[in-house]
């Protein structure tokens, strides 16, 4: 397994990797419906020009088996002014469910925590799904609240304002000590 930083030309593999692990690896935790509204974007797939406006700024690894893309973690800073800290955001971690539980996740943790620290940050947020909320979790961060996101599979849902559900939790980790 190579972690490596992402590159542009990654970015097929990057929403291949997430619209599998969406769709797939978090079928026991959301129904379809959410999924689909979780996966889409304005009721269309996550195009790459998507992606690379979502990855930009911030620093991206991905994981790499046998030349295949097989997951990504970024890191996005966001300085918090109210509590004069650096605050750095887990904003995606993502691994396609071929290989969860193979270490994959764990791999593209250690590297953003190796960079947090380097960095100064003395705190990392994430705001996890049902099935990424223990691994982060086992990993120290301590949930703050539960959270209601609402999401549209159609302009049309949204403009009649019919709205998917999909639950997630804030999670915080201190980085100093």
């Known amino acids: 397994m190579q972690i490596r930083l992402f590159s542009p030309k990654d970015v097929a593999q990057?929403?291949?990797v997430f619209d599998a692990s969406v769709m797939e690896g978090a079928q026991e935790y959301y129904s379809l419906t959410?999924?689909?509204?979780?996966?889409?974007?304005?009721?269309?797939?996550?195009?790459?020009?998507?992606?690379?406006?979502?990855?930009?700024?911030?620093?991206?690894?991905?994981?790499?088996?046998?030349?295949k893309l097989v997951g990504f973690i970024n890191l996005k800073p966001c300085p918090d002014t109210e509590i004069d800290s650096l605050v750095a955001e887990v904003d995606c971690l993502f691994v396609h469910p071929d290989y969860s539980r193979a270490g994959v996740a764990t791999l593209l943790?250690?590297?953003?925590?190796?960079?947090s620290k380097k960095r100064g940050f003395k705190r990392?947020?994430?705001?996890a799904s049902y099935q990424?909320?223990?691994?982060f979790e086992k990993h120290g961060f301590n949930c703050i609240r539960r959270n209601e996101l609402r999401r549209f599979l159609t302009p049309e849902d949204k403009l009649q304002d019919k709205a998917q559900i999909l639950v997630n939790f804030s999670l915080m980790l201190s980085l100093s000590n």
Do not use: D
């Open 132 to 135: 990424a909320r223990p691994f």
């Open 124 to 127: 990392l947020t994430v705001e």
């Open 34 to 67: 959410e999924r689909l509204a979780w996966a889409q974007h304005q009721g269309e797939a996550r195009s790459g020009s998507y992606w690379l406006t979502k990855l930009e700024g911030t620093t991206t690894w991905v994981a790499e088996e046998g030349g």
């Open 109 to 115: 943790y250690l590297a953003l925590l190796e960079e």
């Open 14 to 16: 990057v929403a291949t």
